[in-house]
């Protein structure tokens, strides 16, 4: 079982950028990639940005490629998200979650098999 703790939530006005972190402890050596979903009020989770824990190659949504940032350390226990030109949009609950299977693609939430609890991220117009 993999543990996720995230952090680095906040308030921030548009423009502005936010580092979101994400610590992984117990059995870490199960992670075959680690993702990014966020979730804002009465819509469904959506896909952010994804990185394959060994090679560390990432993919992102369209929505906000160019802007984010997906990375991890060379410790591999920790990514991190770095948000940057922050819009009112990006507003949700930022989740971060491991998949233990390796899938051809990483954008769906579905296959994400453990996640943290969540940090808010509130971006003021």
């Known amino acids: 079982q993999v543990q996720l703790l995230e952090s680095g939530g906040g308030l921030v006005q548009a423009g502005g950028s936010l580092r979101l972190s994400c610590v992984a402890s117990?059995?870490?050596?199960?992670?075959?990639?680690m993702g990014w979903i966020r979730q804002a009020p009465g819509k469904e989770r959506e896909f952010v940005a994804g990185i394959r824990w060994i090679a560390g190659s990432t993919v992102y949504a369209d929505s906000v490629k160019g802007r984010f940032t997906v990375s991890r350390d060379n410790a591999m226990t920790t990514v991190y998200l770095q948000m940057d030109r922050l819009v009112p949009e990006d507003t949700a609950v930022y989740y971060c979650a491991t998949s233990s299977i390796w899938t051809r693609s990483l954008v769906s939430p579905s296959v994400y098999d453990n996640w943290g609890q969540g940090t808010q991220v509130t971006v003021s117009s």
């Open positions: 117990g059995d870490t050596f199960s992670i075959s990639a």
